[in-house]
């Protein structure tokens, strides 16, 4: 009212008049104006699918929620896919509109994206954007806001609550990077195959100090093995990993490789000391089950740890990990993960291996 009396008092009614024609002409001319400029980077897409950060724990998704190619629902919250430092959101996000979607990048590592480019590739015929410094402006003709989290599961899909399930997830991966087997071996029935052991092998912590022996030990059993270490060639080392039929390592990131595994593989689960066997079952233990992956876990004792070389063996550390995990995560995490590793008893672990052979007899 106040800014209405002002414009009276400043013009006669004829001014005014004018002046709303000429104000509509302006507003006109720059939509005009926007959509002609703005016209060159209209994509092609009907689907937006973004991921920002919002905090250490949230994502942010842009999608659409009305195709008709996902029947009007919302998309589920599929498995993640991680980098030593960045979370790569869910990109399987993208699955439902068979390629017809653009991915938005950002914070991203150009790394990351040169390490995952074939699931990309598999999930969208477009390029990938960073919008971290582009200063364009690309358009699409609808898209939804929201953060969402459909499954409390790690490195699983929650199939009530999406069209997809943890296999279809595994025959995406093996048909994006050609996996050739499907099932692991079955020992007996006159079959002289042996079956194949791979140990996940780390550099800078909870890696095995014993490799040799353990190896040795595992050939006497009757397993052919190989020592590897995930790096940036994932389609070399998913070809490795399924061909496998045994996979075993520490608890750590190294373990997610188990989604190359073939069907009825079994996963050996070596879990350090620290308390951190809640970690073990969430992370690895539950969704080998919905893999079809047969799971085993060997708790190392206090002498198989390294820690005992760097603390007395009376400390709190070794004594009582629980007072430790009142300091915090921080405290968990740079003591029994970033500066333990393992030098396995192979002979209290033998019987471990030995169950994974009757396993894979049946």
Excluded at 182 to 206: D, E, Y
Excluded at 234 to 251: L, R, Y
Aim: charge should be positive; aromatic fraction near 10%.
């Amino acid at each position: 009212m106040k800014y209405q009396t002002l414009l009276a008092r400043s013009f006669s009614k004829h001014e005014q008049k004018k002046l709303g024609y000429w104000a509509l002409l302006a507003c006109l001319f720059i939509a005009l104006s926007f959509f002609i400029n703005f016209k060159p980077f209209m994509g092609p897409l009907s689907v937006l699918n973004l991921r920002l950060s919002t905090g250490e724990d949230e994502k942010l998704h842009l999608f659409d929620d009305t195709d008709s190619k996902t029947g009007g629902r919302r998309l589920p919250y599929p498995p993640s896919m991680h980098s030593k430092s960045q979370c790569s959101g869910n990109p399987f996000l993208g699955r439902p509109y068979n390629g017809d979607v653009q991915f938005l990048i950002t914070n991203g590592l150009t790394a990351w994206i040169s390490k995952f480019k074939t699931l990309m590739k598999a999930l969208s015929r477009y390029p990938p954007i960073s919008i971290d410094y582009r200063q364009d402006i690309h358009c699409y003709d609808s898209m939804t806001v929201g953060l969402i989290r459909r499954t409390s599961k790690e490195l699983s899909i929650d199939p009530s609550n999406s069209p997809y399930s943890m296999k279809d997830f595994r025959q995406f991966l093996r048909s994006s990077y050609s996996l050739k087997r499907t099932m692991a071996i079955k020992i007996g029935n006159g079959s002289r195959k042996r079956p194949r052991l791979v140990i996940i092998s780390r550099k800078r912590s909870r890696a095995f100090t014993n490799v040799g022996e353990i190896v040795s030990m595992a050939k006497r059993l009757g397993f052919r093995v190989v020592v590897a270490e995930p790096d940036a060639d994932v389609s070399g080392f998913a070809k490795i990993i399924n061909s496998c039929d045994v996979m075993m390592g520490v608890h750590g990131a190294g373990l997610t490789n188990m989604v190359f595994l073939p069907e009825k593989a079994v996963l050996v689960q070596v879990i350090p000391i620290g308390g951190t066997e809640w970690l073990s079952k969430t992370y690895f233990e539950e969704p080998a089950k919905d893999m079809n992956i047969r799971y085993l876990d060997y708790k190392i004792r206090v002498e198989e740890s390294t820690l005992i070389h760097q603390y007395p063996h009376d400390h709190v550390v070794l004594r009582d990990p629980s007072e430790i995990w009142k300091q915090g995560w921080s405290a968990v995490q740079s003591i029994y993960l970033s500066k333990q590793n393992v030098t396995l008893d192979v002979n209290r672990f033998r019987p471990t291996l030995v169950k994974a052979l009757e396993l894979l007899h049946q």
